[in-house]
């Protein structure tokens, strides 16, 4: 197995990363950087990201960045044999990567205005409403798929849970209408009650 180098702090977007790790049973290395202090502008640090942003992953050596990015790779290179990703090839495949990149982006880019007018101070000016319009009628989407079967690909627990979870757990966090959707709230307290979501501060 390579040698996986996680550079993290806890309470952030690497989160979920730490959390995949542990579900995936990676054996890795934990670095804090305390970006409270301004660790991640490190010239060290820059030079694996230049983002200067946590999770911040190496892979003997060779960094990578974007939480996405990183889901997506652990899920092709250990989720495979674990049974927790679908193997190439496969319909579920398609569904893995569609509903991964949906949370991030499509549900994430409303996530951003939520946030953006709750840090102004003003969650239910005009943007903050709009986005969380959005963020419910996305949610909709969800849960009419989680009315259907208990977790994102189907009878079993799959990463895809994990990294679609961890978004909408976020939003909710943030004000977003989660609990008013009642299927994606009961797969909500099942994803958080696994005991790899405990692993941030491992
Ligand atoms: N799109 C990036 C976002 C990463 C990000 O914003 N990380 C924050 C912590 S939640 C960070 O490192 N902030 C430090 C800074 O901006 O200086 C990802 O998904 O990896």
Redesign the pocket.
């Known amino acids: 197995m390579s040698k996986t180098v996680l550079y993290w702090?806890p309470m952030?977007?690497?989160t979920p990363i730490a959390c995949a790790l542990v579900e995936l049973g990676v054996a890795h290395e934990r670095v804090k950087?305390d970006?409270r202090t301004?660790e991640?502008?490190r010239p060290e640090f820059l030079a694996l990201n230049p983002?200067?942003?946590?999770?911040t992953l190496t892979v003997d050596g060779a960094p990578m960045?974007?939480?996405?990015a990183m889901h997506l790779w652990l899920g092709e290179t250990y989720g495979v044999a674990k049974g927790l990703w679908p193997a190439e090839g496969t319909p579920e495949r398609l569904q893995a990567m569609s509903w991964c990149v949906w949370s991030?982006v499509t549900y994430g880019a409303q996530l951003v205005r939520l946030q953006a007018a709750r840090d102004m101070g003003t969650p239910d000016d005009a943007h903050g409403s709009a986005g969380h319009k959005a963020m419910d009628q996305l949610l909709a989407l969800l849960d009419a798929r989680l009315a259907q079967q208990p977790w994102m690909l189907g009878e079993a627990y799959s990463l895809v849970d994990l990294v679609v979870g961890s978004v909408i757990g976020y939003s909710a966090y943030i004000g977003a209408p989660v609990q008013q959707h009642a299927h994606v709230a009961a797969w909500l307290g099942a994803l958080q009650a696994r005991p790899a979501m405990q692993a941030d501060g491992a």
């Open positions: 702090h952030s977007s690497a950087v970006i301004g991640q502008r983002n200067g942003k946590v999770p960045f974007e939480a996405l991030y």
